[in-house]
């Protein structure tokens, strides 16, 4: 088995490798500008180590990883329209670098060579076109929730975690299964797999809210509290407003405030209620269902071990 | 075999059948809306007229129509976002009904539960996929190249014609080779019935301008000389500008002019050069390499009169 690091790099030459050089120019290179911005091609090293725990051949599985990372990067392209938002990873996101028109056109387009990269996918085609459709729709469905929150008064924590399944999850669960069934897994190992991830994703976003909060600068690569200043409905807010006496709500409801006072204000509150220790608790919770799933996973020792590392690399991470 | 008008009533009442009841309700509701918009449904009837021409089931047939039908609506949506264009058959634009979020991603949903159809669809599954990705590729690369159409000052007929072949020929083509596949027709027959729809579909898009021009607004259903008030780069205008000593020119470049002299003096001067027969010519042009291509399909005589008779339904008309 490959470790997680190689896996990446392999993924990443075989990405750069797959670079758009066709015609026309100003529908696809964009969407090389937009790939190359980079990130941890989390999605596509998870699905090619999941072909090779069942001892699949990651080249066969490569299309699919690129599939995974193209349908990634085509979420991110229109939500970033959708949020307006003008940057990502210290670079310009596409409607910022090029225009609105373009943010649209080669985001579709890049969705659609996403579905031509499953055709390309050695193993069975009608299962990976499955697990990689229902994927797809239900991210979409989760980009609808997540809108949706943003103007709803009273999201449950329910509601919440159903979203951030939905949003984010269930990629990164999909890759896995996609990884699987490359592999040749059994349909209940794959779907094990998918549940363990889908587990774990849910943590992993979790994490993402904490590291919003209480992150380092230096290593998450922006400012901390993003999310608070904008009124972000996380797992944090929700569960503070839960236990709020008022003066949370005061903050949220101001139009016009010091960011920075804003900031400490809040994060007196959660400390007040303990809400750092609460989302931990909550992480913690989709971890050991997942440890749970994995144990019920049958795959050798040391493949099972490599699984329980991703824990640290998904979850227990500062940036 | 089926009447174009029975397989059209058929395909209506699937698709009304079919209408989106799931959540998010603000996700799926917006397409059930752009959807009873209405239009010829002019893709999935001549799939399902493809499949019977080759003794094929119109019932399995019937997702894939749908496919093609949420394909054409996914890209009309996303379109009309571009085009900023407010209105469509009289109704709403999804941008103007909604806002620009809905447009995007209720869109974009659209577009996989078009792919979704197709891995419902009865038949040999990776060649419908390949025909259906190839083809929807090539309509973003088709709307690239008329984005781009706008801000170039010389665009070429050929350059012209490969735009609209993309852009919109190819799907009526993509739509004829899907169902012949799902009729089981030979390799050849599929391509050939293809290469048919392709020089139909620019026969149909140059009446499209034609009609623009020239239509009767009481049948086309919207006020006349739309292309020439915005300039765009028709087949008529582009012909026009290769003979202009000047004058044509001079009316672009206009920032303000009354729309009603601008239009009639442009048509003045599309007369003057015999505009709409040269356009009439080239839609003949396109009909006789499709009737070309017919003569070489292998089937019998009544079914290459039904082929024959969608020329009058696809080009010969008024509206």
């Not at 490569?62 to 938002?85: C, G, Q, R, S, W």
């Not at 990269?117 to 239900?138: N, P, Q, S, W």
């Not at 991830?197 to 992993?204: D, M, P, R, T, W």
């Not at 236990?243 to 016009?256: C, Y």
């Amino acid at each position: 088995m490959h470790s997680i690091e190689e896996l990446r790099e392999t993924f990443a030459k075989y990405l750069n490798d797959q670079s758009f050089t066709q015609e026309p120019k100003n529908l696809y290179e964009p969407n090389n500008y937009f790939l190359q911005i980079g990130g941890k091609r989390l999605r596509p090293t998870l699905l090619l180590l999941s072909t090779e725990l069942f001892d699949g051949k990651i080249e066969e599985a490569l299309p699919a990883a690129l599939a995974v990372e193209y349908f990634h990067n085509f979420t991110l392209i229109h939500d970033d329209v959708m949020d307006k938002a003008p940057s990502r990873r210290g670079y310009k996101t596409m409607h910022e670098k090029y225009n609105l028109n373009t943010a649209i056109l080669s985001g579709d387009v890049l969705l659609v060579k996403a579905f031509e990269c499953i055709g390309k996918t050695h193993g069975d085609f009608r299962k990976l076109f499955a697990v990689f459709t229902k994927t797809a729709i239900e991210v979409c469905e989760g980009q609808q929730y997540d809108i949706e929150f943003e103007t709803t008064e009273n999201v449950t924590q329910e509601e919440y975690i159903e979203m951030i399944r939905l949003k984010s999850a269930v990629l990164l669960a999909g890759s896995m299964k996609i990884g699987a069934i490359i592999g040749d897994a059994s349909e209940e190992n794959a779907n094990l797999l998918y549940a363990y991830g889908e587990n774990l994703g849910i943590a992993f976003q979790i994490q993402d809210d904490i590291l919003d909060c209480y992150g380092d600068e230096s290593l998450v690569g922006k400012l901390p509290g993003g999310d608070i200043i904008q009124n972000k409905k996380t797992l944090l807010l929700i569960e503070a407003l839960n236990k709020d006496d008022g003066q949370l709500k005061e903050w949220i409801s101001k139009k016009e405030f010091d960011q920075k006072e804003k900031l400490q204000a809040v994060l007196n509150i959660y400390d007040q209620y303990h809400i750092k220790e609460y989302a931990l608790e909550q992480r913690s919770a989709y971890v050991q269902k997942s440890e749970q799933l994995l144990n019920q996973i049958n795959l050798p020792g040391n493949k099972k071990t490599i699984l329980k590392d991703l824990v640290n690399y998904l979850v227990i991470r500062d940036f």
